[in-house]
């Protein structure tokens, strides 16, 4: 089997297919984390007010229950319903039961994750490296979309995807584990630093904690060489996003915009091309 899965031509349509179905399930994880996150932390307020822990829907809420339902008219969604993207193309895009449109978000990441686990497939090949990859992809993605919505990244994906790197790291998968020891707490404490000295001269805060520790993850698994290129590419990113929003008008200047996002792109360039990339950027600023 292993000999077998090891043929491209076998290993990245697989990885392309998994990673479709991953990203449905992202799409649920997305929408829902930060709503359980919400729950956990009114029940907490409750319990140290000696109150009833409060039920908004009256059932538990979990990734695997209950079931997807349209937000609409609260048709429970069916499993040929919810095939990835050909149920959305089947339905054109709305809900069987009252033809109330469906967010294009959940076709974009079921497609993006897709593309995303076949090229790492294609670029790392049959092996722990392609397997920590698609790891890695995957929760990207998924804290992404729940910064982008919410301005949160969930300690219970920045924390594991960190831990992950630096196990698979343990044997060389990307980097050295010193590096990737030296990479987690470099990443950390940069942005830690610089939330300080923000937050010292403007007497705001200019970030999230939870910036702290994504950036930290992504040097567990790339290493602390690659850190001047990803907060290089994420402030180039976020910079030009929120320069263009300012000047259309759909965001007014002092609105925060979330900085997960683009730590997360930059976090996928460096897990592809870092290496390539790092090299040009020291041959440009220490020409010989």
Not at 149 to 165: C, F, H, I, V
Not at 169 to 198: E, T
Not at 206 to 226: E, T
């Amino acid at each position: 089997m292993p000999d077998t899965l090891s043929d491209p031509q076998i290993f990245i349509p697989l990885a392309t297919l998994l990673g479709l179905c991953v990203g449905s399930f992202l799409n649920v994880a997305i929408y829902r984390l930060p709503k359980i996150m919400e729950r956990e932390w009114l029940e907490e307020a409750a319990a140290l007010h000696g109150d009833a822990a409060p039920c908004p829907s009256g059932e538990r809420l979990s990734l695997s229950s209950p079931r997807s339902r349209c937000p609409q008219c609260g048709h429970a969604i069916s499993a040929l319903e919810n095939i990835p993207l050909l149920s959305y193309l089947a339905l054109r895009g709305r809900c069987r039961h009252c033809k109330a449109p469906i967010g294009s978000r959940y076709p974009l990441v079921e497609a993006l994750t897709a593309a995303l686990s076949g090229y790492a497939a294609w670029h790392f090949g049959f092996g722990p490296a392609a397997i920590g990859a698609l790891i890695f992809l995957w929760i990207m993605i998924a804290l992404a979309f729940i910064d982008f919505d919410t301005q949160l990244l969930p300690d219970n994906l920045t924390l594991p995807l960190l831990w992950l790197g630096l196990a698979f790291n343990l044997h060389a998968a990307y980097i050295p584990l010193a590096d990737a020891v030296i990479g987690a707490m470099a990443g950390y404490l940069f942005l830690w630093s610089v939330y300080w000295l923000f937050k010292l001269v403007t007497g705001k805060e200019g970030m999230g904690h939870g910036d702290f520790k994504l950036l930290a993850a992504i040097g567990a698994w790339l290493g602390w060489q690659i850190l001047p290129l990803i907060i290089l590419l994420a402030s180039l990113a976020g910079a030009a996003v929120g320069i263009s929003l300012i000047a259309t008008k759909r965001l007014s200047q002092g609105t925060p915009i979330p900085f997960g996002p683009y730590l997360a792109i930059a976090g996928l360039i460096a897990l592809f091309h870092g290496a390539a990339l790092n090299f040009h950027l020291s041959a440009t600023l220490l020409p010989s």
